[in-house]
Nanobody
């Protein structure tokens, strides 16, 4: 059974940084594309970043240049380094995974991901 567990959320001032981690178990991690999504109160879940099994990454336009997604296949862990955080980025951040079948498509739709963590709260104060 695939299990994803996020950590690293918390309270940070505007302009600050946080590093989220997502530990995966019950899967062949190297065969999974991984992603980060976020959901603010009253809003839909939105794509933040994704990294393919071969390490190719993509980002939402709103976070490009500030956020970095990475993965450590030896530790079955994916990370999200978030810099210059803004209050409007306060949300629950979710880790997600999908078994890859190869190809070159980069998946950014939440519906494409089949496994999800419970989320970690990130609060950015002004």
């Amino acid at each position: 059974q695939v299990q994803l567990v996020e950590s690293g959320g918390g309270l940070v001032q505007a302009g600050g940084s946080l590093r989220l981690a997502c530990a995966a178990s019950g899967l062949t991690f190297g065969s999974y594309d991984m992603g980060w999504f976020r959901q603010a109160p009253g809003k839909e879940r939105e794509f933040v970043a994704t990294i393919r099994w071969i390490g190719i990454a993509d980002y939402a336009d709103s976070v490009k240049g500030r956020f970095t997604i990475s993965r450590d296949n030896a530790k079955n862990t994916v990370y999200l380094q978030m810099n210059s955080l803004q209050p409007e980025e306060t949300a629950v951040y979710y880790c997600a995974g999908r078994l890859t079948w190869g190809g070159t498509t980069i998946y950014t739709d939440a519906a494409d991901f089949t496994s999800w963590g419970p989320g970690t709260q990130v609060t950015v104060s002004s």
